[in-house]
């Protein structure tokens, strides 16, 4: 099996594993005041800590939750509950996530003036324009790191520092899924007052997340019920989660820099190659090497994927959330409409080599020379 669908989701890493086996034989409620309580309690004050090591954060600002669509829900009906009384506009782009784009949608609906900024055909949305799309009207601005199905990289950090500094009170909400323990950054380099998190993105289980809060930011807890983490998230915790998702950040500590250079020389690899075919072309938009938008000409994407999962190689159409609609996405980074229904997403692993990438492309090479073309 060749798997290179890994924005959707990632094989759990063995610590993974070992740490989600670990927190189910300490099964006690973290709630509990006896010892099995109390030693569930203590795993998960260890992972917190993992995790904001990793972002340079404080353990008191992360907050784990199911899952950065929890996440990023909480950060932007929060942000709305907090100070959508007094203001209502909100700031984000034309290609975020399902999970940030449908909160702010719905705030639409109730009202709030929403300013949706788009990629230049350079991929890049310039941190000028951000900060002159806020006024004093703005409670929030929510723009993604990295995309998710170009891999294009958003200059946050400078949009997000411009922005405090004319208009301090405004909160700021960066979708980190899937630039966490990929692309170095902390906290303070960023600039956000709220980070979504994802656990099966970087080898840990599905059905975990983190939400980081700036110390300082107060947001109404968006579920109610026993009062578990200090009040923002009510819920008995996912003890092994949790677990799990602390040792695969853990096993990832210390080789963001290595594994980074190790995917861009994958990536530079599947470039080459990929030119060394007429019919297939890289929309190499740029930012994260772990994300590639490639398009074969003449070939419905839908009816390759299908052809390359027969092979045992597995990709992507575009984002895992669409499930298959055409998506609106890959307009908005200008690929021309006659590619727009032949596009693959490529999205690598520390796992991914170039023998991968050589199978993938004669792969490839077969379905040109067999599939049906799409009628021009």
């Known amino acids: 099996m060749i798997y290179l669908d890994n924005a959707a989701t990632t094989k759990p890493c063995e610590d993974a594993c070992r740490a989600v086996m670990r927190g189910m034989e300490l099964f006690g409620n973290p709630s509990s005041l006896h010892s099995l309580g109390l030693e569930a309690e203590m795993l998960i004050s260890e992972q917190r800590e993992i995790v904001a090591d990793a972002l340079g954060a404080l353990p008191k600002e992360i907050i784990f939750t199911s899952g950065a669509t929890e996440s990023s829900n909480t950060a932007i009906f929060g942000a709305y509950a907090a100070h959508g009384k007094r203001k209502k506009r909100i700031v984000t782009t034309t290609v975020e996530h399902p999970s940030v784009a449908n909160p702010i949608a719905k705030l639409e609906q109730l009202g709030c003036e929403v300013i949706k900024l788009s990629p230049d055909e350079n991929?890049?949305?310039?941190?000028?324009?951000?900060?002159?799309?806020?006024?004093?009207?703005?409670?929030?601005?929510?723009?993604?790191l990295v995309n998710n199905e170009t891999g294009a990289l958003f200059n946050v950090g400078s949009a997000f520092a411009m922005i405090k500094k004319r208009y301090p009170q405004v909160l700021l909400h960066c979708d980190c899924v899937q630039g966490f323990m990929k692309l170095p950054f902390t906290v303070k380099k960023l600039g956000a007052d709220l980070i979504s998190l994802s656990g099966h993105k970087i080898y840990a289980p599905k059905g975990v997340g983190a939400l980081y809060v700036k110390n300082g930011v107060h947001l109404p807890p968006f579920m109610l019920g026993g009062g578990q983490e200090n009040g923002a998230r009510s819920g008995t915790e996912s003890v092994p989660l949790i677990c799990g998702f602390g040792a695969a950040v853990k096993a990832l500590s210390g080789k963001v820099e290595s594994s980074l250079e190790a995917a861009r020389e994958v990536q530079k690899h599947l470039v080459q190659k990929c030119g060394e075919n007429e019919g297939v072309s890289v929309n190499l938009i740029g930012g994260s090497p772990y994300i590639t938008s490639i398009a074969v000409q003449g070939l419905k994407s839908e009816v390759l994927l299908h052809f390359l999962e027969k092979k045992g190689i597995f990709v992507s159409s575009g984002s895992a959330c669409s499930k298959g609609k055409k998506s609106s996405v890959i307009k908005e980074f200008h690929v021309p409409e006659k590619l727009s229904d032949s596009v693959l997403r490529i999205s690598i692993s520390t796992q991914t080599t170039k023998q991968d990438i050589d199978t993938l492309l004669e792969a490839i090479a077969e379905a040109q020379g067999s599939l049906a073309r799409i009628k021009q």
């Open 123 to 144: 991929g890049e949305i310039p941190p000028q324009q951000v900060l002159a799309a806020v006024n004093d009207d703005t409670f929030l601005v929510s723009i993604m």
